[in-house]
């Protein structure tokens, strides 16, 4: 288990490789520090690098750490791919933003939530209607949120898992348990009582790239799913949607440049989709292991226009 200084100059690195990156590679940088603090009175940053044609109607993003340590991997992806030119600065025909670190409080501390407890892919969502309830998440709140972590517990959990699964099916099972809930602050999965830090940081981010697009993708890097060493480019929909048909492209194009092991694509038919309220700006995946090192892309269009890219 790392000590505080080992946490706080694992941030640091992280953080100086990305904007180091990206001062070589030209792109523009600006830097929201985060009200707190991380291990040994660090200060936190959401870091935000830029480049390309602002005027330009295109628009790809590229964010990590939205569930904080899953930012370690995110964070390196973003640097080689600044490092490797694949972005190139001089492209008139779209403009790029990579943000780092959308948790850095998460980040720094090595805790998938943020510093509220919150998991951020449950935080955006209208707060001034009546919150969804979870009825399935009552179910395994115990078994999910132990006072204590026994010697074999994980035995337990995984049996009580297969059982629910088989007695429920996946997507019932998932839904329960990865849907999210707005009831108990102190379990896993809760999507808080108002936006967060992280949330309006994002959306004012959002506007600021946003403006005159027509076109936008966002690629927000996450682990835990999928095989090891695999990137999995996941969307929401049909085979047969155009817009799964370019994630299916952008898997194969992955795959040729960057070789190693293929870049997966998958798609949940909207018949099978775990949802627990309707579809948000930011979902869930499901459970993952904190520090995995399994590689999930997970891949969001905005307008339903053909790609440049």
Not at 118 to 124: A, G, H, I, P, T
Not at 173 to 198: D, M
Not at 281 to 307: C, D, K, M, P, T
């Amino acid at each position: 288990m790392l000590d505080l200084a080992e946490m706080a100059e694992r941030y640091r690195s992280a953080r100086d490789v990305f904007l180091s990156n990206a001062r070589l590679a030209k792109w523009e940088i600006y830097s929201i520090p985060h009200p707190l603090q991380g291990p040994c009175e660090i200060d936190l940053f959401t870091d935000v690098a830029s480049c390309g044609n602002t005027q330009s109607p295109n628009l790809l993003m590229i964010s990590s750490g939205t569930h904080g340590i899953e930012g370690y991997l995110g964070s390196e992806i973003q640097s080689r791919l600044l490092a490797d030119d694949v972005v190139a600065v001089d492209r008139s025909d779209r403009h790029a933003v990579m943000v780092h670190a959308v948790n850095p409080c998460g980040f720094a501390w090595h805790r998938r939530v943020n510093e509220d407890n919150v998991d951020l892919n449950r935080n955006f969502v209208d707060f001034g209607s009546p919150l969804a309830v979870n009825e399935g998440y009552e179910e395994f709140r115990s078994l999910l949120n132990p006072i204590e972590w026994e010697e074999g517990y994980e035995v337990k959990l995984k049996a009580e898992a297969a059982r629910a699964l088989e007695r429920m099916g996946l997507a019932a099972l998932f839904k329960a348990v990865s849907g999210g809930q707005y009831e108990h602050p102190s379990c896993i999965q809760y999507g808080g009582n108002a936006p967060t830090w992280s949330r309006r940081t994002m959306e004012d981010i959002w506007m600021r790239a946003m403006a005159g697009k027509h076109r936008a993708t966002q690629i927000d890097l996450h682990t835990g799913l999928g095989s090891p060493g695999e990137g999995v480019l996941m969307t929401y929909g049909t085979e047969e949607q155009p817009r799964i048909k370019r994630a299916r492209a952008m898997s194969r194009l992955a795959a040729g440049r960057f070789g190693r092991r293929s870049c997966q694509g998958r798609a949940w038919p909207p018949s099978r989709k775990p949802r627990l309220r309707p579809r948000c700006s930011r979902r869930g995946s499901g459970i993952r292991h904190e520090g995995s090192r399994r590689g999930v892309v997970r891949h969001r269009r905005r307008q339903l226009a053909s790609s440049p890219w």
